[in-house]
C-alpha cells in the first residue's frame, strides 16, 4: 500500500514535444508528491512538487497534473530540450511519527532526441 | 534551494574493510536526515532515518551493525559500512529536511562505492 508506480520506464521523444510521466499510488495518507530529476552519477534534485488540496502546478516548462481521486499524478514537461535528459522520479511523502520519508516510484529515462 | 554535501563522492576500498560518507547540510539544521542506496537503473531505497541525537531508523532487511549511521548535530550525519564487501558495492546518497510536514528534501550528491 506504500508504493508508487510510475510508468512509463523509458520515453524518448523529439526535441519540442512533450513528455509525460505518470504516477499512481494507492495509500490516501500521502500529503506531497515531489518530482525528482537525477543525471547519472548525481543525486536527485527537486524539479516540482504538489500537494494534494491542488489540481495543477506549473513553473516554468514543467507541470504536475493531479487527481486526487483517482489517486494518480502526472509530470508534462513542454518544449522538451535535449537537456532534459536524465532520470526522473516521482514520489509520495507520508508522516510516520515526528518522521515524513519519501517513497520513490521506479524512475522514468527521459532521451529527448535532437 | 539549500545545499547538502556529500563526501567522498567516489571511494574505492578492500573488502573486509570499513568506509564512512558524510552528509553535511551547509545552510540549514536537518532535524531528519535519509539514507539510500541505489543500484543501477534501478529507483531508490531508503535504508534508514535519523533524527538528529537519537538511533537511526532502519528499514526492514537493512542491517544494522552493517550499516552504522550516526547523526550526532542538526548538520552531520554519518554512515559506516563496515567490513565491506563486493556486493556493497552501490551508490548511497543521503538527504537531509528539516523535519516539518511537506518540506523539501534536499539530496547530497551521492557516494560510488566500490569494494574490490
Known amino acids: 500500500q506504500q508504493q508508487v508506480k510510475q510508468s512509463p520506464q523509458s520515453l524518448i521523444v523529439q526535441k519540442g514535444g512533450i513528455s509525460i510521466i505518470n504516477c499512481a499510488y494507492e495509500n490516501t495518507a500521502f500529503d506531497y508528491f515531489p518530482w525528482y530529476q537525477q543525471f547519472p552519477g548525481k543525486g536527485p534534485a527537486l524539479l516540482i512538487a504538489i500537494r494534494p488540496d491542488v489540481s495543477e502546478k506549473k513553473e516554468g516548462r514543467f507541470t504536475i497534473s493531479f487527481n486526487k481521486s483517482a489517486k494518480q499524478f502526472s509530470l508534462h514537461i513542454m518544449d522538451s530540450q535535449p537537456g532534459d535528459s536524465a532520470t526522473y522520479f516521482c514520489a509520495a511523502s507520508i508522516w510516520s511519527g515526528n518522521t515524513g520519508k519519501l517513497i520513490f516510484g521506479q524512475g522514468t529515462t527521459l532521451q529527448v532526441k535532437p | 534551494g539549500a545545499v547538502v554535501s556529500q563526501h567522498p563522492s567516489r571511494v574505492i576500498c578492500k573488502s573486509g574493510t570499513s568506509v564512512k560518507i558524510e552528509c553535511r547540510s551547509l545552510d540549514f539544521q536537518a532535524t531528519t536526515m535519509f539514507w539510500y542506496r541505489q543500484f543501477p537503473k534501478q529507483s531508490l531505497m531508503l535504508m534508514a532515518t535519523?533524527?538528529?541525537?537519537?538511533?537511526?531508523?532502519?528499514e526492514q532487511g537493512v542491517e544494522k551493525d552493517k550499516f552504522l549511521i550516526n547523526h550526532a548535530s542538526l548538520t552531520l550525519s554519518t554512515l559506516t559500512v563496515t567490513s565491506a564487501h563486493p556486493e556493497d558495492s552501490s551508490f548511497y546518497i543521503c538527504s537531509a529536511t528539516q523535519g516539518l510536514p511537506n518540506t523539501e528534501a534536499f539530496f547530497g550528491q551521492g557516494t560510488r562505492l566500490t569494494v574490490v
Open positions: 535519523s533524527n538528529e541525537g537519537s538511533k537511526a531508523t532502519y
